[in-house]
């Protein structure tokens, strides 16, 4: 069983309708110096994840967030704070359905051709929160002064998901309702570059690879889409899900992918040549497709990659969080969770972070397990080289199942 390191609890009046309070993201900064979590009723809070730990570690697992020597005073908002980060509670407008962390590196060049003038000009030490909106807007916002950037504004229904490219470009795809993927730049003030069409249905969830070139895309009748992201073109459609499917993330090495249905499953996938290479059930035995493809009472919500590379999280309605390792058919470790909806690792992977229906977020410590150093060689190689590289390299076939995850 899991050890539960603290837990953040969303403020609760004596009043207060359930409903609008979801905490249906949470998200760790690229730096991990910021942790962001939806609470409910239009407000997303930013706390130093340090302070954070630290906190947990000083008063034990409890920690209300809404205690007034935490808040953030306008005064104290301004460039100057930046070496020593504060908390913000930030008032959206609307209700937030997704968040994603960007941060800017100054070599990479906006993808637009006339770059004469910008309104914005993101540093090196720019750290940016884009927030998805219930009404289709994305709001940016500036993580150490809680400024408002920038309102994107095409989406006609609900912004579900947002991912920044990891390369520090600052380019953001959101996936929508109205089925369809948008790709914006944020070093060209927030231009939309391109609308990704193919989804028959609402897109519940996207992901990039960790090289920026790959996007996937999941979404309702079961849709699993990879997307180039230079051409900007569909690559292929994953097939082998029987329910919507609501969740992905890639491993640290771009070799795997992970995706969570509410059929019971989270398959993992050769992004590069379309294979399942692992199945994790949450039901057993598992369902038949006709009725994986219904109501039964373990949909996976969300499911996050380690940064090791060798395990993953899911979570699930049957109240239950699991922590898998890849090369293992069963759970290493498991940990209640009631009304879960949303995970995601930390930036040294060292906590898992779950957020719920009532707007909280509870932490727990992650497997501890040190890599073997040929599992360390293998990310190093599928870090430059996809499957189809691996598979002529003049090596014994043992060697390129291993290389290929296929034992």
Request: glycine share 6%.
């Amino acid at each position: 069983r899991s050890r539960t390191i603290g837990e953040l609890l969303a403020p609760a009046a004596p009043f207060d309708k359930k409903c609008g309070r979801e905490n249906w993201t949470v998200a760790f900064a690229p730096d991990g110096s910021y942790f962001a979590w939806s609470q409910g009723h239009r407000t997303v809070k930013l706390v130093p994840w340090s302070q954070c730990l630290k906190n947990f570690l000083l008063h034990g697992t409890k920690n209300i967030t809404n205690s007034s020597n935490l808040r953030l005073s306008r005064q104290n908002s301004d460039g100057g704070q930046k070496n020593k980060p504060l908390e913000h509670i930030i008032d959206c407008g609307d209700i937030v359905w997704s968040l994603a962390f960007g941060s800017s590196v100054p070599e990479k060049q906006s993808r637009c051709v006339n770059i004469e003038w910008h309104r914005f000009r993101f540093g090196q030490d720019q750290l940016l929160l884009a927030t998805g909106l219930n009404s289709g807007r994305i709001k940016i916002w500036d993580v150490y002064t809680g400024k408002l950037l920038l309102n994107l504004v095409d989406h006609t229904e609900v912004v579900r998901d947002l991912t920044f490219a990891p390369d520090g470009s600052l380019i953001l795809v959101s996936a929508s309702r109205d089925k369809t993927l948008r790709v914006w730049d944020l070093k060209d003030d927030g231009n939309m570059m391109k609308v990704l069409r193919g989804h028959q249905n609402w897109v519940y969830s996207c992901a990039f690879s960790p090289d920026s070139s790959m996007l996937c895309s999941v979404g309702a009748s079961k849709a699993v889409f990879l997307w180039n992201m230079d051409k900007y073109t569909m690559i292929r459609k994953l097939e082998g899900h029987h329910h919507d499917v609501v969740a992905c993330d890639f491993s640290p090495d771009g070799a795997l992918l992970a995706t969570a249905s509410y059929d019971t499953r989270v398959y993992i996938w050769d992004p590069h040549t379309g294979a399942i290479l692992m199945e994790f059930g949450h039901l057993f035995p598992p369902p038949t497709p006709i009725f994986a493809g219904g109501a039964n009472d373990r949909w996976v919500r969300s499911v996050s990659f380690s940064h090791d590379g060798l395990h993953i999280a899911s979570l699930a309605d049957d109240k239950m969080v699991r922590f898998w390792r890849i090369d293992e058919d069963y759970p290493v470790q498991v940990a209640p969770l009631s009304n879960g909806l949303c995970c995601a690792f930390s930036t040294d992977g060292s906590v898992l972070a779950a957020g719920t229906h009532d707007g909280s977020v509870y932490f727990w410590a992650t497997p501890r397990h040190v890599p073997s150093l040929q599992h360390l060689c293998r990310m190093s190689i599928r870090r430059v080289m996809p499957t189809q590289e691996v598979q002529e390299l003049p090596v014994p076939s043992k060697v390129l199942e291993f290389l290929s995850y296929r034992v």
